[in-house]
Nanobody, 124 residues
C-alpha cells in the first residue's frame, strides 16, 4: 500500500525556519516527480515546489530563494527546507508523488498519491 507521510510542521514566528519531510513507501516504481503543495483556508491548493528524479526543480515565485526541495532516493524521502517564513506561508503542506507516467511534474494531474498533510503556522 502506497503511503506518503509528512512531518515537520510546526508553529513558528515570522522569519523562522522549518524543514518538512515526506517519507514514501509501498511504491512499485520510483516516482519521477515529487512535489510539495500547500493550501491555506479559503485559498486554492498551490504547488510550492517539485523535484524530478534527475534533480530538476521548480519553485513557486512566492517561495523562490527561501525554500529548497530535495530528495533522498535511498531513504525514499523528500524534504522541503523553508527559511524566512512569513505569515503568507501558513498553510497545510502536502507531499505528492507523481504517477508512473508523469515526467513534466507541473500539472496537478500528474500527481496520483498524496499525504495527509502537515500544518505550518507562522505568527507575526
Amino acid at each position: 500500500q502506497v503511503q506518503l507521510v509528512e512531518s515537520g510542521g510546526d508553529s513558528v514566528q515570522a522569519g523562522g525556519s522549518l524543514r518538512l519531510s515526506c517519507a514514501a513507501s509501498g511504491f512499485t516504481y520510483r516516482p519521477y516527480c515529487m512535489g510539495w503543495f500547500r493550501q491555506a483556508p479559503g485559498k486554492n491548493r498551490e504547488r510550492v515546489a517539485y523535484i524530478a528524479s534527475d534533480g530538476r526543480t521548480l519553485y513557486a515565485n512566492s517561495v523562490k530563494g527561501r525554500f529548497t526541495i530535495s530528495r533522498d532516493n535511498v531513504k525514499n524521502t523528500v524534504y522541503l527546507q523553508m527559511n524566512s517564513l512569513n505569515t503568507e506561508d501558513a498553510a497545510m503542506y502536502y507531499c505528492a508523488a507523481g504517477r508512473v507516467w508523469a515526467r513534466g511534474c507541473v500539472s496537478t494531474n500528474e500527481y496520483g498519491y498524496w499525504g495527509q498533510g502537515t500544518q505550518v503556522t507562522v505568527s507575526s
